[in-house]
């Protein structure tokens, strides 16, 4: 767990064990943290303000607080989970889910975004595929930039 500001960490190792009582192997809670991790089946949970993660392969990530960046690499398949607001994401063939109300950037090629009531989601890339609330519904972004939000006037 890293809870002090201004830390940069470098996290070697294949995969982080879970402690006891712990929902995630790695736990960013401070302010302005640089944090990597190498290739793994990792979980990461963020909830600091403007820290910036970078992880390889097989990752689960709750992105929570505002102002972060989390840059996903090197393949695997990679699950975020965005409940915090002014967060940006780096990722291809990733998948990535907005909860309500938040308003993400989503950078990379070939994601499957879904995006849930009252979140404001700008992609760039190709070949993402955006849906609804968990629906099977999606659209297709081929061009960038584009923002889409949920509500009565939905674009693309």
Known sequence: MIKQNGETVTIDTNTAAQGAGQA????VEGSKDVVSTG?????????????????????????????????LSGGG????DVTGSGDTVNASSSTVTLEAGV??????????ISVTSG?????????????RDGSAR????????S?????SRERV
């Open 77 to 80: 398949q990679n699950s975020v």
């Open 39 to 71: 290739f793994g089946n990792n979980a990461i949970s963020v909830t600091g303000q403007n820290d910036r993660v970078s992880a390889q392969g097989n990752i689960t990530v709750r992105l929570g607080g505002a102002g972060n960046v989390l840059t």
């Open 103 to 112: 308003g993400v950037t989503v950078n990379g090629s070939s994601d499957t």
């Open 119 to 131: 979140a404001v989601l700008t992609a760039t890339g190709t070949g993402d595929r955006i849906g």
């Open 138 to 145: 999606t659209r297709s972004l081929d061009s960038a930039p």
């Open 147 to 151: 923002r889409w939000s949920k509500g």
């Open 24 to 27: 995630y192997a790695i736990a």
